[in-house]
């Protein structure tokens, strides 16, 4: 079964703090892209990160970072020196290359507190 | 850079009318996607287009169509509203030849039917 599992519904975090938000994933496919969209309450979906299965390196976007571990199927969202403009919900995303649609995990509402 | 663009942003309807929201993608974008998003919910995959033809579908009611046209641009049409369909409806576009296929997201019509 294709599954994102992000189990950290909510998390507070102090600004200028480093947060991780989990994600996990399952897939029997060898191929496939991993990315993170944040969504503000305005509700717009921003694509923040994108790493592939093959790719050797974490991906890395500014403030954001991808930690992967593909045996550990996990591919975490790093975001250093938080900012209140980070307070959003955070999707984890997956597509299997056997499938072009994106699968998504359940979100995690990330507040930061000044 | 241009983004997906879509109209209307707001939408309000009275159970059983009908609906037509509208895409643009990003110039060059291959292929189009439309999700539906409930109140804290992920998004809800409804149906894509490659190339102008239907590709993969997803949770679409019978209610719903969709097509894309000569010019890439997209409609979502939707007949018999119902008060549950009131959701947040994204359009996204990618690449699919490119390396990620990244899915980029317009800001969404948000549906309120009454």
């Known amino acids: 079964a294709q599954k994102i599992t992000q189990t950290q519904p909510g998390m507070f975090v102090q600004e200028k703090e480093a947060v991780t938000l989990d994600c996990t994933y399952d897939?029997?496919?060898?191929?496939?892209?991993l990315f993170w969209y944040k969504q503000p309450s305005s509700g717009e979906m921003i694509f923040l990160i994108y790493?592939?299965?093959?790719d050797e390196q974490n991906a890395t976007e500014g403030r954001y970072s991808l930690n992967f571990q593909k045996a550990r199927k996990s591919a975490n969202l790093v975001i250093s020196a938080s900012q209140l403009g980070d307070s959003a919900m955070y999707f984890c995303?997956?597509?299997?290359?056997?499938?072009?649609?994106?699968?998504w995990g359940a979100g995690t509402k990330l507040i930061i507190k000044p | 850079a241009a983004g997906v663009i879509q109209s209307p942003r707001h939408l309000i309807k009275e159970k059983r009318e009908t609906a037509t929201l509208k895409c643009y993608p990003i110039p060059r974008h291959d292929t189009v996607y439309w999700y539906q998003q409930g109140p804290g919910q992920d998004p809800q995959f409804l149906i894509s287009f490659y190339e102008k033809m239907q590709s993969d579908k997803g949770s679409i009611p019978d209610r719903f169509s969709a097509q894309q046209f000569s010019d890439y641009h997209s409609e979502l049409n939707m007949s018999s509203l119902e008060l549950g369909d009131s959701a947040l409806y994204f359009c996204?576009?990618?690449?699919?030849?490119?390396?990620?296929?990244?899915?980029?997201f317009g800001p969404g019509t948000r549906l309120t039917v009454l």
């Open positions: 995303a997956m597509r299997p290359d056997s499938n072009y649609q994106l699968i």
């Open positions: 897939t029997s496919d060898q191929s496939y892209g």
């Open positions: 790493q592939g299965s093959y």
């Open positions: 996204a576009s990618s690449l699919r030849q490119g390396r990620a296929d990244t899915q980029y």
